[in-house]
């Protein structure tokens, strides 16, 4: 990791530190709320007059609800100090582990789960980012297939060939203007490619033959064996002209066009190879006979090597990677529905007594500090809609699979179909893209800071300033990834740390971490009220008219912005839903036999891949052909 990159790190985590600092520094003693309850109203049953005491009690202070300044709850609750709730389990319970049992019913999108936890724990708005450039690199793919399928369910299946071609060239939805360009020829370059390499090697083995005729042969019969040759060479040259370029559509004809034009010159030659064994002289040693022999019949092999011709054929391919790509990931919509349907529950039994029992600490900093995650209800339900999608190095795998049981060589130029990713960041699209990730990770923010303003009394607390450090910690990270070109290896340090830190920070803090009277007392942070102005409410009489209307008021407010950041984000992308979400919805009967997908094995991708001869040949095509048990291998 270079110095600059640790500077960054180490300020990340600074930043969030310093939110802990105001309690830390301060006042770590923290409020027994029963005793402490109790030892106000027993200086008050000697003596009424004790609460005018301006020092001890606030001037809005009762019997029945007394109002402690920051002195006084020095003073009455140090004696019965304590460093957590005493229900810090059900504070735990009831709220903390709700949301973040929630990560267990999200569909992992990068492949291994735990660092795809770790991912949105420590940088949520990336995250979604990362999402939604998905879904829209998705709706590329379906409007390029749009364009030559009318067909509903040939589209998505197209769709979902040209994205995983995308996912394996490394080709985003930057370059969307580009996007038919670099895709649309891909398979004929691959054919073309093929032929060339198979008629090259045929043209070289032709050129070798006479060279393996020995020196003491008679002149007249080298003569006429080497015009035989010569014969096959002429039909062979000129091959087929180089593979076409992704970038060059001028061609007049596309590769398999040429191929059909060149045909009647093969069969010829293909006549003539089979024929030169009995042109061979008969006085030829063993085992020049045996070389020569062996020869010819890898030029029948290269000439008879079959390759698709016309579009059904190609198309068949497209199908089958499709159809393999398409089985790899799949979401859990309504698993995760019922998950939510459980954290939903779990909430309204904690904001209604008669469902979830009283409470035994003042309640309300729990709640904001949970609401700081209800980004996860999003993140559950977008990551289960659309489900994993094939990684890079999947997809090529797919393709390699796909290409070479017909002989083609799949190779792919990322440096030369790669732009720069930022070059059209600010398109519109893009734009509207960057406002729907930060939709749900903000929305929990407000929540969660509005819940905690409201504490009484009024105003910045601890906790609120610790939930800002984190907000602009997730912030700042965002920003860097994206800004900088950081590899895997550092930021999945930079995610995991903050993801940590975040994590066991928000648990202390729900359990009682800022149970001080520094902080329950609304003296800390900017230090906005004086020692005798700042007030400690002991009794829940304060919170029961909020916990009744405004918290669940605003906490409704951001579970709906939740749902509608999910709405919008399917709006957004719904063109590239159908793409990510195309085997879910897919017409078995459509697919080839008899309703089972043709798909690759690719989990032996170790494996020698070798070029299996066609059995089959286009209508019209007959050649008295004898086989192989197999075919050559392409040149590397």
């Known amino acids: ?148 399928r009318r067909d509903e369910n040939e589209t998505n299946k197209n769709g979902v060939y040209l994205q995983a071609l995308a996912v394996a060239h490394g080709i985003g939805p930057n370059q969307a203007n580009q996007f038919d360009k670099c895709l649309d020829g891909d398979l004929p370059r691959a054919l073309a490619q093929a032929r060339r390499a198979y008629l090259d090697q045929a ?119 499709a159809d393999t790509v398409s089985q790899i990931g799949g979401g859990r919509l309504l698993l995760a529905l019922v998950g939510l349907g459980l954290y ?99 929305s929990s923010m407000v929540g969660s800071l509005a819940i905690l303003w409201y504490l009484p009394p009024y105003g910045p607390n601890c906790r609120f300033i610790l939930l800002v450090s984190i907000s602009a910690v997730y912030i700042s990270n965002a920003i860097m990834t994206s800004a900088f070109n950081l590899n895997k290896r550092t930021t999945r340090v930079i995610d995991s740390l903050i993801a940590l830190l975040t994590t066991i920070i928000i648990i202390l803090s729900g359990c009682g971490l800022f149970n001080t009277c520094w902080c329950w007392s609304g003296w800390s942070g900017l230090q906005h009220l004086t020692p005798e102005k700042a007030a400690v409410h002991l009794s829940m009489e304060a919170f029961k008219e909020k916990l009744k209307r405004k918290y669940p008021a605003i906490f409704g407010t951001c579970l709906a912005s ?12 719904r063109e590239g839903v159908l793409i990510l979400r195309w085997s879910k919805g897919v017409d078995e009967a459509r697919r080839p036999e008899a309703g089972k997908p043709h798909t690759l094995d690719v989990t032996n991708e170790g494996t020698e891949l070798r070029p299996v001869l066609r059995t089959t040949r286009p209508p019209g095509h007959s050649r008295n052909l004898s086989t192989s048990s197999e075919a050559p291998l392409l040149p590397h």
């Not at 949520?124 to 390029?144: C, D, G, N, Y």
Request: glycine fraction near 6%; aromatic fraction near 8%; charged fraction near 20%.
């Open 344 to 442: 939903g529950w779990t909430v309204i039994s904690s904001f209604v007594q008669k469902i979830g029992g009283t409470w035994t600490t003042v309640p309300g900093g729990r709640i904001g500090l949970a609401m700081f995650w209800q980004w996860m209800i999003a993140a559950v339900l977008i990551s289960n809609l659309i489900g994993q999608f094939p990684d890079e190095e999947h997809c090529r795998r797919v393709f390699r699979k796909a290409y070479s049981r017909r002989g083609l060589p799949a190779t792919f130029t990322d440096q030369a179909l790669r732009l720069e990713s930022n070059q059209k960041l600010f398109q519109v699209r893009h734009f509207i893209l960057i406002i729907l990730a930060l939709i749900p990770v903000v």
């Open 1 to 148: 990791m270079s110095l600059s990159k640790t500077r960054l790190l180490l300020f990340l985590v600074g930043f969030l530190v310093l939110g802990v600092l105001p309690s830390a520094a301060v006042d770590v003693a923290g409020i027994n709320w029963d005793e402490c309850l109790k030892e106000a109203k027993r200086l008050q049953s000697p003596n009424p007059q004790n609460i005018r005491n301006g020092a001890w009690f606030h001037n809005d202070s009762t019997a029945e609800n007394p109002i402690l300044t920051y002195g006084g709850c020095k003073h009455i609750c140090g004696k019965s100090a304590q460093l957590f709730y005493s229900d810090w389990g059900s504070i735990i319970n009831s709220w903390l582990l709700p949301a973040l049992v929630l990560l267990t019913q999200k569909a992992a999108l990068h492949g291994n789960g735990f660092w795809d936890a770790i991912f949105i724990l420590g940088n949520p708005i990336k995250w979604f980012i990362v999402v939604l450039m998905r879904i829209e690199s998705a709706t590329q793919s379906r409007r390029s297939a749009s364009k030559w």
């Open 203 to 321: 043209i070289q083995l032709v050129q070798d033959l006479p060279g393996k005729l020995p020196d003491t042969l008679a002149a007249n019969m080298r003569c006429n064996f080497e015009q035989a040759i010569q014969q096959i060479r002429d039909l062979l040259v000129p091959e087929l002209p180089p593979a076409v370029r992704l970038d060059q559509h001028q061609d007049s004809k596309p590769p398999q066009d040429l191929a059909r034009a060149r045909r009647p010159d093969l069969d010829r030659a293909f006549q003539l190879v089979q024929d030169l064994p009995r042109n061979l002289p008969q006085n030829l040693a063993a085992d020049n006979k045996h070389d020569l022999e062996h020869a010819i019949r890898q030029i029948r092999d290269l000439l008879d090597h079959e390759l698709p011709q016309d579009k059904k054929e190609i198309q068949k391919i497209k199908d089958e990677i």
């Open 562 to 573: 939740q749902f509608l950041s999910f709405g919008l984000m399917c709006l957004f992308g």
